[in-house]
């Protein structure tokens, strides 16, 4: 069954800890996102990835980081930098990528993160 | 960068009548426009996309218009039903795609 996996649904952790949030694809699909949803503030974008060891900041990058190193796998570690980090987690995956081939994206269940 | 502005935030419309959300971007390169559909402590869910080359698009009950030189689209849905309660977002998409902040929809019995 083809899909997007993210890991754990719920997650918590102590100010000034490094976490890091799983998202697993075997969709075959060359793009990859990490997106963050508050309420009332829709899903801003944090990072995006359209090819293996190659990665782009979104609108909202400060305090995240990513690695790509393989296609199915595009994890998100949350810094103790990033100000305010309790928010739910989004990850989805695209199959084309590059300027003028917008194509669906399909989204995984999410991470509920929750820092105090 | 993109920016997508998504109206009104919140919908509330009698059951069976029709429901418009209106969206307007600031990228003039971007050229594929889905709505996504999210239901509560669920994943959004494309319900329908239209691509620039595109005026308008339909589907069953769901409708989607694209003006490119005003750089605005809207979600149209007609004989709304209970089950179409839900926070619906429009995206605009040139190599990534950026989301408006959502409408909570209320469909009322």
């Known amino acids: 069954d083809g899909g997007i996996t993210q890991s754990p649904k719920y997650l918590f952790r102590k100010e000034g800890q490094n976490v890091t949030l799983s998202c697993e694809q075997n969709?075959?699909?060359?793009?990859m996102y990490w997106y963050r949803q508050d309420p009332g503030q829709g899903l801003r974008l944090i990072y995006y990835?359209?090819?293996?060891?190659?990665?782009q900041k979104g609108d909202i990058a400060e305090g995240y980081s990513v690695s790509r190193e393989k296609k199915e796998s595009f994890p998100l570690t949350v810094t103790s930098a990033q100000k305010n980090p309790t928010a739910f987690y989004l990850c989805a995956s695209s199959t084309t990528t590059g300027i003028g081939s917008g194509s669906p994206l399909h989204f995984g269940n999410g991470t509920r993160l929750t820092v105090t | 960068g993109e920016n997508v502005e998504q109206h009104p935030s919140t919908l509330s419309v009698q059951e069976g009548d029709s429901a418009v959300i209106k969206c307007t971007y600031s990228d003039s390169a971007s050229n594929y426009f889905p709505w996504y559909k999210q239901e509560l402590g669920k994943r959004p869910q494309l319900i329908i996309d239209i691509r620039s080359n595109v005026g308008e698009k339909k589907d069953q009950r769901i409708a989607v218009t694209l003006n490119k030189t005003a750089k605005h689209f809207s979600l149209h849905i007609t004989e709304t039903q209970p089950e179409d309660s839900a926070v619906y977002f429009c995206a605009a998409s040139d190599d990534k795609i950026i989301f408006g902040k959502g409408t909570r929809l209320h469909i009322l019995p």
């Open positions: 990835s359209q090819i293996v060891n190659d990665f």
């Open positions: 969709l075959n699909h060359d793009a």
